[in-house]
Nanobody
Framework: EVQLVESGGGLVQPGESLRLSCAAS????????IAWLRQAPGKEREGVSC????????YYADSVKGRFTVSRDSAKNTVYLQMNSLKPEDGAVYYC????????????????WGKGALVTISS
């Protein structure tokens, strides 16, 4: 059974950092990809980043480029999202999602989802 469990969310002030983790189980990394998406209240879900679990190729939305870094640790079956210089508009529920059999992330066609981690940015 595929499981994705996010952790690391919380409340931080603008300019601070957080690292989200996505602990994955029930599948092998090779040949698949994981995306980080977020949804703020009243807004549509937004694709933030994608990483190929095969070769580590990454993609970032323009809104987070230069501030967020996605990485994978195959030995720990975990994907991370390091978020620096956080802004109030980064506040949202962050989800990790898995795409089977692809090395890219069709954000509207992911196969499995975690339950999300809440990130709140407030002074």
């Amino acid at each position: 059974e595929v499981q994705l469990v996010e952790s690391g969310g919380g409340l931080v002030q603008p300019g601070e950092s957080l690292r989200l983790s996505c602990a994955a189980s029930g599948f092998t990394f090779d040949g698949n990809s994981i995306a980080w998406l977020r949804q703020a209240p009243g807004k549509e879900r937004e694709g933030v980043s994608c990483i190929s679990l095969t070769d580590g190729d990454v993609y970032y939305a323009d809104s987070v480029k230069g501030r967020f870094t996605v990485s994978r640790d195959s030995a720990k079956n975990t994907v991370y999202l390091q978020m620096n210089s956080l802004k109030p508009e980064d506040g949202a529920v962050y989800y990790c999602a898995l795409k089977i059999g692809e090395t890219w992330c069709p954000y509207y066609g992911m196969d499995y989802w975690g339950k999300g981690a809440l990130v709140t940015i407030s002074s």
